[in-house]
Each structure stands twice: as C-alpha cells, then as structure tokens.
C-alpha cells in the first residue's frame, strides 16, 4: 500500500511541497515511517517529539527520535511536560492528559515554524482500534467513522489541520519497512501494558474476534470508511442547521434558538448539541447517547422551559425564554439580549418625546399621539411586548425609567386594579433571576406605568374615553 503514499499525500491529506510540515514522532516504527514516507516524497518536515515524563527512560527516547532527524537532515524540536499533573488537576485519565499535552505541543510549532500540517503516524490498526473504543463506549456515526486521513480539531487549532499519510496502512506493513530501510524504531513497553484500554483491545479483544472472522480488522476499516462518507452528508446539513439554530457562542456557552432547535429531528438536535458539547468542552472526548436522550427531553419538554439539566463534564443545559443555552459551569452568560438600566441605582428622567440609550444596544423611545383611535387600533394588533400605548392622562412630567426598588408593586393590565410585588411578577412571569435586578421600568414615583416585554399597569391602558395616548417602545440595534 506504500505504493499509492504520493496519492495520500498530495490527495487525502491535501499536502504542498513548499511549505513545512510538523511531524509528531515518538521513536516507535509508525512515526519513523512517518517521516521516512516523507522525505523520500520530497515534503519539508520538522520532527516535533514531546517527552512525556512517564517512564524512567523517556529521556532515551527523546534521543533517538533526535538521532532520527538528524539521520534524515530534519530538524527537531523536544520539549517535555508533567502529564500526571495535569491528569490530576483537568480530572483526566493520563491517556488523555498525554494526548492534550502532545497535540498542544505540535500545535505550538506548528504556528512557531508556519506549517502548513502536523503529520501523525496513526495506522490502520490505530483506526480499527479507535472505532472498537467509540462503539464499546456507545457512539454514533462521528465516532464509529474513526479517524480520517485530514482533519481540523477546533479545540488545538481552527486553522491548522491533523493529517494522517499512514491511515490505510497496516501495522505490520510498516514493520516491515522499517526492517527493509534500516530504521531501528524503539519499543514502549508500555503498548504491552494491559492497563490501558486500547492495549486491552489490541492485545485481547481483536484477537478474539479474528477467530470469528479472520479479516475482521479489515472489515471494520472499510465499515470506518463506509461511515466516513455518510458522515460528510451528515456534516453538511448540521453545519445547515447550526447556523440556523445557534443564536450565539462563545468559549463558555452555546445559545440556541429554541423554536428553531425543536423543530428538528431529534436525531439532529442530538448531533447539534454534541458538536456544542464538544465546543466547550473538547476534553469531554465521550458524550453517551443516554446522555444526549436525556437532553433531547428536556428541551422538547414545556414543563422544564426554565429549569437546568445537568450534563457530563461539569456542563448544563438551561432554557431562558426562547433560548436554549449549553452551560460549562458557572459560566458567566450574557444579558444583552434583554433591556437592561446601566445599573440598579440608575434613574433616568423621561421627556415627551424623548429617546433614551440602555446597556447592550438597547434603546427606549416614546412620543405623544394625538388620535386616540389609531392607537387603540395599534394597540389591539401588536403581538410586540416591548412596545406599548398608554392613557396620557394621569401620566405627569415626573415620568422616570429606573430598575425595581424594594417594595415596588405593579397592577398588572388584566387585574382590574390587584397590586403585586414586582418580585412576585418577575417570579410568574419567569424571568430570568440574573435579568431582574437592573430589568427597566416606567415609573411615575413609586408607581410602576409599564414593566417593558410584559404588561401595562391595568390604570394606565387605553379605553373608549381616552382622548390622547402616549407611545413607547424599547428596541435593540
């Protein structure tokens, strides 16, 4: 299969040969292959090894791969960093802690040395692997596709793309090289280890179920690469749906629009939220699909419109209104999206007409109307609660915009007159706890006029025997 090499190259992992190339070596036989395939194809290669510090002679290993890049008129770069350390603080197993720490480490070189990739030295046997661990652990098609030959991992770098040359060749195929070339690859004894979970399958579940199907690893590659395509489709309509759906995002959290997120196939809403997932915390390398049922629920049900799920990782879902948000911990999320005063002492004192400027854009602006019969009509056929028509009568020049003071009460337009503390109101209304305490009200003195997105005081509303109104309405540029 090292026949068709120059074709991967140039074809599946897209590679030039003007530009540098960052090659991760361990010293194993994958990645000596690895840059051995790329010197003899012509490619400009910087060998990158990252030392682990997890064996007393990790520091031999270091060594050799610079011995190795010597050998092949490359140039090295070594660094090192404490993997059990980091396992412990991030709460990861050290298998994972060493991958983050040795992609971090590619990645910084690759943007040090201005590379157009960094090359890894994944096999084939290294793809039939990954996806056993994805099924075992319950995935679906982005985990059972496995590996692919070019990729971009947002959570290291959006630019700069992971390939693997080696993907379709099969371990014992690049033994063989390395014999045939001379190349003296080192051992870790730890690939014996049954300690790890990916040595468990090498060393004892493949074998097995080769006794059922002796080509069973290659059944499972070509099903990986089956997926791989199926998966494409599957990418392109949730790149679609994202953009749709997602009203906006950050390193913390993903807002979705909710009437645009439920009305999808719960299939896709599970895909959505895995890739928002994944986002944020690209460390959560396993979403379940229990997990991912479990949150379908939720934001398809109305009795949880404002309540919080909890998720896997420390992250949460938490619905607000007509947003959907996937939370990591206590992030801090936005209040933009709502008319918000400047802070909670602010009073600002409102003429006719006037137009006042709030905190996120927002703006209020009010004007006097004179035909009380065009605002009555106005009045019946606005669905938008953020603007209102109000009886200009009673309504003095001591007009005022300021957030909720204790003791404040409202009655509400319905109520025929009932008084409730605006505490309450927040409360029935559900409105956010975060949004409340700077939430702005038109006030007359002590007297709530209007609470803006929701009611009217039910004293000031419009009837047959008003003669001039008074307009307001709050919007965001």
Known sequence: MFDNIDITLREQCG?????????????????????????????????????????????????????????????????????????????????????????????????????????????ADDQVETVLMHFLRGAGLAGLKGMTYRTIINSFDSQIPIVRPLLDIWREEIV??????????????????????????????????????????????????????????????????WKTCVVQENADFVAFDSASLTKQPLGLQRNLLRRALERIHPTQSDIGFEALERAGRFINSEATRYARFDLPGGMHLLREGMLIYVVAGDATLPVERWPQMPDEDSTIALKIPDSISLSGGWKLNCERWNIASLAMEQARSNNDPFQVWLDAKGISDALE?????????????????????????????????????????????????????????????????????????????
């Open 176 to 241: 063989v090289y390395c014999a045939v070339n001379g190349i003296r690859p080192r051992h870790d004894p730890s690939n014996a280890s049954l300690d790890f979970f990916r040595n468990r399958l090498r060393h004892l579940l493949i074998p097995s179920l080769e006794s059922y199907n002796p080509r069973f690893r290659e059944v499972v590659w070509r099903t990986s690469r089956s997926l791989a395509g199926d998966y494409e489709i599957l990418a392109k309509v949730l790149d679609d749906t």
């Open 401 to 477: 915009l300021r957030a909720r003071q204790d003791g404040d009460r409202f009655e509400p337009l319905g109520m025929d007159g009932h008084l409730m503390k605006i505490s309450d109101f927040f409360i029935n209304v559900k409105l956010p706890q975060r949004a409340r305490d700077r939430w702005p009200l038109l006030c007359i003195g002590e007297k709530v006029v209007w609470v803006p997105g929701y009611r009217p005081a039910h004293s000031f509303r419009l009837t047959d025997a008003t003669r001039q109104a008074l307009y307001f309405s709050l919007t965001r540029g």
């Open 15 to 123: 590679l030039v040969k003007n530009s540098p190339i960052i090659a991760g070596v361990s010293g194993g036989p994958d990645s000596l292959c690895l840059i051995s395939v790329l010197r003899q194809a012509g490619y400009p290669v910087i060998v990158a090894h990252f030392n682990h510090k997890l064996r007393p002679d990790s520091d031999i290993d270091a060594n050799l791969v610079e011995q190795n890049a010597a050998r092949f008129n490359f140039a090295s770069v070594v660094e090192s960093g404490d993997v059990h350390a980091y396992a412990e603080h991030e709460k990861l197993s050290i298998e994972e802690a060493a991958r983050i720490l040795r992609y971090r480490f590619l990645m910084e070189q690759a943007r040090f040395f201005k590379a157009q990739a960094v090359a890894v030295g994944h096999t």
